[in-house]
Structure formats: C-alpha cells, structure tokens
C-alpha cells in the first residue's frame, strides 16, 4: 500500500506478510489499517525497524524488530531527541499488541475515559502519556485495584504479608507518583480509613 492517509494505523514495512497480518490485527482491534515502505497519514504509525529507522520517532508510534540490539539504539537515539515511541520485540504478543493500539487511539473525548494497561507478567502500565515499569509490591496493588476498583486497607496489607505500620501507604504513595507519568490527573484516590480506589474515570486493563 503506497501513499496511505487518513486511516487509523499504518504498518511501515517491507514485509508484506508481516504488513498484512498486522493490518489485519488492527482492523480487528476496529481501526482500519494498511502497510507499505513510504511515510503515511495515519493516527498511528508502527514501525518495522528490520526494514530502516524512521529519522523521527514519534512519542506515540510503535517500533518492532526481531532483536533486543536493534529495540535498544533505536530507544537510544528516541531519547536523544526527546520521544519515547513504544519499543516491542517479534515474535509480537498479538493480544498486547491489539490492546496497544486501542489504548492509543482510544476516543477519549467521546467516551470520557482514561485508559491505562497493566502487563503483570513484564510489570509495565502504559497509558496515554507512555509507559513506566514498576516494582513487584507496586504493581500487585494497581493488579488488586484493576480486579476490584478499590482495595481496604487489610487487603492491601494481605497483599504485603500483612505489612504493618505505612508501608501500603508509602507504596501506594510511589505507584502514584509513576502513574502520574504516563495519565494526567489523579488515578488513585485514598478513602480516608477505608483504602484506595481507582479514580471513577480510569479504566485499567490487565494483562
């Protein structure tokens, strides 16, 4: 496909099997899509860095490559220029790669929602400001929170091996902060003697 615009997603690759079936994927995520080697319009831009390295990349662009190395000097030279596009290694986890696409092209101003995805097995949240790993107390309190919307404070603590004195409190207290850089505005609210609680407007997704 040359000369793509306006459309959702664009797969730059010269991979046509790999530009299908990503496009493909996409279009089952509900986005319309298409691939080929030129620079295109779209909303989203997933970059195939076997076939070359954009000379920009874009903060909300995906890059994909089949070696750690080449996923490395590509983030390398994003950070150089300030950008920090989403880096995913091939084989793709095409589940992870669907939700990656929705939780980037998510109509936020239609349905009012701040979209944020939790991967457990990698500890990493991602939302529309970019991604942050985090810690494995840290990311068991966002998993509880994303199971049930809010979390008492004995749960929490069970969470911890029944932890005593602040230290829910001062983890909670970094997952905050973290979560602060990748979604605007407040994601967990504390309920004075009770716990926490997600923020009525966020919607977190586990993986």
Do not use: W
């Not at 319009?41 to 920009?56: E, I, K, M, S, W």
């Not at 404070?153 to 850089?181: I, M, P, Q, T």
């Amino acid at each position: 496909m040359k000369g793509a615009v306006n459309i959702d997603v664009y797969i730059r690759t010269n991979d046509a099997r790999l530009g299908r079936a990503l496009a493909l994927e996409a279009r089952a995520a509900g986005f319309s899509a298409g691939y080929g080697t030129v620079d295109a319009d779209a909303r989203l831009t997933v970059c195939d860095l076997d076939f070359a390295v954009p000379a920009g990349l874009s903060a909300g662009s995906i890059c994909i490559a089949r070696e750690a190395e080449t996923l490395r000097a590509a983030h390398r030279l994003a950070q150089t220029a300030g950008d920090e596009p989403l880096f995913l290694q091939r084989p793709l986890d095409l589940e992870l790669f669907r939700a990656q696409i929705s939780l980037r092209l998510a109509p936020v101003q239609e349905t009012g929602e701040r979209r944020l995805l939790l991967e457990r097995a990698a500890r990493k949240v991602s939302g529309a400001e970019g991604e942050v790993r985090l810690s494995a107390r840290e990311c068991a309190l966002l998993a509880a929170l994303g199971e049930g919307g809010a979390l008492s404070r004995e749960r929490a603590a069970a969470l911890f091996a029944h932890a005593e004195g602040n230290v829910v409190d001062v983890y909670a207290c970094y997952l905050r902060k973290k979560l602060a850089s990748v979604c605007r505005g407040e994601v967990i609210r504390a309920l004075r003697g009770e716990g926490y609680a997600l923020a009525p407007d966020v919607r977190l997704e586990l993986l």
